[in-house]
């Protein structure tokens, strides 16, 4: 039986809106209503979802507190206080908690960082996603390249320096050229952490119905992440997963949660959790209802939950190798055994599958994608799915 005591722990914050819905954007967010926010109404939601969702972890400590969304800058320090302070009444945080919020650089108003950091925060990311005026505006981003520097200013000098900036490439009229001039324009910046991935045309939304013109070929796409990664590696940013990378010290330990199989609860609309029992040792999967209005309508904390259900344990390999095997570093067996409950044999089938096509390689008792399995990385995690 897996025990959970040994995985670590980590809460997820959805707070969904946003002054405008980007057309790239697949995430659960939607545009503040006419009438504002409702951020009382919304902090008091959340507060009692935390009460019901603390309860299978009891005891067990958060390491990492995540605030998504959506663009949570647009709620106020005081209704952020109010969530971590009730958090931490109910489980116990780690002394050395990392607590990130998103943060639009355009929904930042002068000086609230400082406030953000008395609240708790210590970590933000900045989602600047480039620094073309022109690139921004296709995008349907809402702030200037101006905007990006200045909330990195701020930032600094409300004692954040461990924060993250959210990059773009393979964007519309984007050549390589231009990739490489907003990787240089953010390490200027000196993030600690930069998020480096292609833009992606979603189902579901505008850009997937209409997609926008110039979006580069598939091989100049190829071109910029390589010459990038090459950039970031000089300049001293480690990549440890297949679109994040670090400075020393500074992964983050929120994904890494995620990526490594740890367990995480997630509360507000749309939220997803993933819990294992201490006393069964299975893996729930839970689902928040997914607008806000259902979920702020909800009489009872129950109520808010759209989906719940236990992994099967044919579903586990597919469902840990799909996270697991982003890491550059892989995963060892032990890791896989302790998070899964399954002993090595269950990895066999699709990791001889995969070796074989090139796509997984072997370093003692660790498992990780090669080269190739990087590049086709969709490729390599179809092997571990269910027969």
């Not at 935390?50 to 949570?72: K, M, N, Q, Y």
């Not at 189902?203 to 013109?213: C, D, E, L, S, Y």
């Not at 199989?261 to 689902?287: Q, S």
């Not at 702020?296 to 095997?325: G, K, M, S, Y």
Request: net charge negative; charged share 20%.
């Amino acid at each position: 039986m897996i025990d959970a005591r040994g995985i670590p722990l980590a809460l997820y914050v959805h707070l969904p809106w946003c002054v405008r819905k980007c057309p790239y954007c697949d995430f659960n967010s939607h545009a503040v209503p006419a009438g504002g926010l409702a951020e009382q109404a919304y902090v008091d939601a959340l507060r009692r979802d935390l009460e019901l969702a603390s309860g299978p972890a009891a005891g067990r400590e958060i390491v990492a507190v995540f605030f998504g969304g959506g663009t949570p800058s647009l709620f106020s320090a005081r209704g952020i206080t109010s969530v971590l302070d009730h958090a931490r009444g109910l489980l116990p945080f780690a002394t050395d908690v990392e607590i990130t919020l998103e943060a639009n650089p355009g929904t930042v108003e002068h000086g609230r960082f400082a406030d953000y950091a008395a609240a708790g925060v210590n970590r933000v990311s900045l989602g600047a996603q480039s620094f073309d005026e022109a690139a921004l505006a296709a995008l349907g981003r809402i702030h200037g390249a101006g905007d990006i520097a200045r909330a990195v200013g701020e930032l600094r000098a409300a004692g954040i320096d461990n924060f993250n900036l959210d990059l773009m490439y393979a964007l519309p009229g984007q050549d390589l050229r231009g990739a490489l001039e907003d990787v240089e324009r953010a390490i200027a910046l000196g993030p600690a952490h930069l998020s480096h991935y292609q833009l992606t045309l979603e189902p579901g939304t505008p850009f997937a119905k209409r997609p926008p013109t110039g979006l580069p070929a598939d091989d100049d796409a190829w071109a910029m992440q390589v010459e990038c990664q090459v950039r970031l590696a000089a300049a001293g940013y480690t990549q440890y997963e297949v679109s994040a990378y670090a400075q020393a010290g500074r992964r983050c330990r929120h994904n890494l949660v995620y990526w490594e199989y740890g367990d995480y609860l997630g509360v507000g609309a749309g939220a997803h959790g993933k819990v294992t029992h201490a006393t069964t040792g299975a893996i729930e999967r839970t689902v928040r209802s997914r607008h806000p209005a259902a979920y702020l309508a909800a009489v009872e904390p129950a109520q808010r939950i759209a989906e719940t259900r236990t992994v099967p344990a044919a579903d586990l390999p597919f469902e840990f190798c799909l996270n697991a095997l982003r890491l550059m570093d892989g995963f060892s067996v032990q890791q896989f055994e302790s998070r899964t409950g399954l002993p090595r044999a269950a990895l066999d089938a699709g990791a001889t599958a995969a070796q074989a096509r090139g796509l997984l390689e072997w370093q003692g008792d660790r498992c990780r994608a090669s080269a190739l399995g990087r590049r086709f990385l969709n490729d390599l995690q179809a092997h571990f799915l269910p027969a």
